[in-house]
Structure formats: structure tokens, C-alpha cells
């Protein structure tokens, strides 16, 4: 199961977001957020504790207010019986696999400002999450990290090997009991997975920003400016040359190497403008029977 854990007067908007996301990929049952799962009138801490017993990725989302403030004025983060507090020193004390999402610019929390029992919570690797544009960008990357987990792959859907280039997972600590195995009471069995067009990977603790293919892009698009630019005055290999590269540097914008994929757009449009004026003269000149080796 995946757990959400997240202050609300921090980051419940895209917390929501996230949690609509993840529950298309993984289904309700696999997900635990507070507010729809713990019922009326029980103790958050003993809800919390049977549900990390069940739990298999902790998401700590993060954002600027997330160590809180108290009415005094306080770090709401020091207060042992605060719930943010609770949920990620238990997940941490259990090794469960947690993993934070820093919400736009948010930093890191540093080791020397958290309390002791959350200082591990430091060296865990985090991945950025854009409440803007790239939203579904960075949360498709996410639920691809997640499905590829050993813990959460279907029984048609073997877990990666360790040389795949989109993930090292980290070999279980514990087995794994199997989908049909019958669940603690308030549990149903996990649901199979649903299908995921996420196509960003993972290696090892890393999350790679792209895959080979985007990375490729950059450098493939900026080469077909440059060469776009010597083969204009030809334009039966200038015209194709840019085009394609006005392909692939668009692609390649998607990518971490979007500055140089923005170099290679701009020097294949120029090239392209070179080449239709060049064709434009030649066809003119041709109607007008000159030809550019007459003297």
C-alpha cells in the first residue's frame, strides 16, 4: 500500500492532485490518504500505526510551510504529538521505503533542522514535483518509479531485473506475501494494476529526468542545425536536414537538455529559411533560363 503523508495548511491542493493521479494508476485500495481513510472519533495514532503495517512507500509531500507553525509561534515539526511528525518517524523507524516530494522550489529539509527522530528523513532521495506545467510530467515519473517496485508488481508483471537501465530496485528486506494472501481487517486485497502511459525512469536512488531517447535529442537536434546550416545552399539535402532536426530539437525540448535543443531549433529554422530562399532564387532563375554557373 502507498501512504500520503502531508501538512494541510502546507500543500493540501496539489496533495489532492497527486492522490487523483496515483488512485487512476494503483486503485483506492492501495492508496491511504487521512482524509478519506481515517474513520470518525479514532485515534490518528493507532490508524496510522495499522496502516503503516500495511504499508509499503510512504510519499512525504513537502512544501514551504511544512515544518508548520503553532499558535505560539513554534515549529509545529518539534511537537512530538504532531501528526505529520508521528506518521514520518514511524515509517522511518519500520523501514518502510519513504520517499519526499519537494513541491516546486522547495528545499530539502536539512539534517541539522529536523528533530532526531526524523534526521534519516534527510537522506532519503526526494523528487521535485511542479504544481505549474509540468505536473503530470513529474508525476507520470513517479508512478513509473512505483510500478516498478518489486512490492507492487503484478503477478503477470515480473519485477525489473537489476540491469534494467530504468531501475535498481533494492532487494526486499522482508518477503513479500502474495495478492490473494487475505488482508488485515479494513483491507481489501490490492487491486491489479492499471495501465500507466508514464514513460520517465529511475536508476537506482536517482530519478533520471528522461529517458535515453530524450537525452539523445539535444544533441542529435543541434547537429542537424549546424548541418543544416552548410547544406542550405543545396536544398535537396538542406530541406530534409532541417526539417528533421525541427523535429527532434522539439522533442528534445521535453528533456534536461532543453538549452541545447533550443540551439538546435533555432539553427535549423534558420537554416530552413536559407534553404527556401535559396530554392525560391534557383526556381526563379530557372524560369528566367540563367543558371548560376553562367558567366
Known amino acids: 500500500m502507498i501512504a500520503i503523508s502531508y501538512r494541510r495548511e502546507d500543500t493540501t491542493p496539489i496533495t489532492g492532485r497527486i492522490y487523483d493521479r496515483i488512485l487512476k494508476v494503483f486503485g483506492r485500495e492501495r492508496i491511504f490518504m487521512d482524509l478519506d481513510s481515517i474513520p470518525l472519533g479514532v485515534d490518528f495514532r493507532a490508524q496510522i500505526g495499522e496502516s503503516l503495517n500495511h504499508c509499503k512507500v510512504l510519499l512525504v509531500v513537502i512544501g514551504p510551510r511544512w515544518f508548520g507553525v503553532s499558535v505560539d509561534g513554534r515549529r509545529r515539526i518539534d511537537d512530538p504529538t504532531d501528526v505529520v511528525r508521528f506518521e514520518v518517524a514511524q515509517a522511518l523507524k519500520r523501514g518502510i521505503r519513504v520517499i519526499p516530494l519537494l513541491i516546486d522550489r522547495t528545499e530539502m529539509p536539512d539534517g541539522k533542522t529536523l528533530p532526531e527522530d526524523l534526521a534519516d528523513l534527510a537522506f532519503r532521495n526526494a523528487l521535485r514535483v511542479d504544481s505549474g506545467a509540468d505536473f503530470h510530467h513529474h508525476v507520470d515519473r513517479l508512478c513509473e518509479a512505483l510500478r516498478l517496485l518489486p512490492v507492487f508488481a503484478t503477478p503477470h508483471e515480473p519485477p525489473p531485473l537489476s540491469n534494467n537501465p530504468t531501475f535498481v530496485a533494492k532487494p526486499p528486506t522482508s518477503n513479500t506475501p502474495p495478492p490473494s494472501e487475505p488482508q488485515a481487517a479494513g483491507f481489501s486485497s490490492p487491486a491489479p494494476l492499471a495501465g500507466d502511459d508514464s514513460r520517465r ?88 533560363g540563367e543558371h548560376w554557373l553562367q558567366e
Open 201 to 288: 525512469e529511475r536508476t537506482g536512488f536517482r530519478v533520471q529526468e528522461h529517458s535515453q531517447s530524450e537525452s539523445v535529442a539535444p544533441v542529435v537536434g543541434l547537429l542537424l542545425g549546424l548541418f543544416g546550416l552548410i547544406a542550405w545552399f543545396i536544398p535537396l539535402f538542406g530541406l530534409p536536414v532541417t526539417v528533421a532536426g525541427l523535429v527532434v530539437s522539439v522533442k528534445g525540448l521535453k528533456s534536461a537538455g532543453r538549452g541545447m535543443a533550443l540551439a538546435g531549433l533555432i539553427l535549423c529554422i534558420i537554416g530552413l529559411v536559407l534553404t527556401i530562399i535559396n530554392a525560391s532564387i534557383g526556381a526563379y532563375q530557372g524560369a528566367r
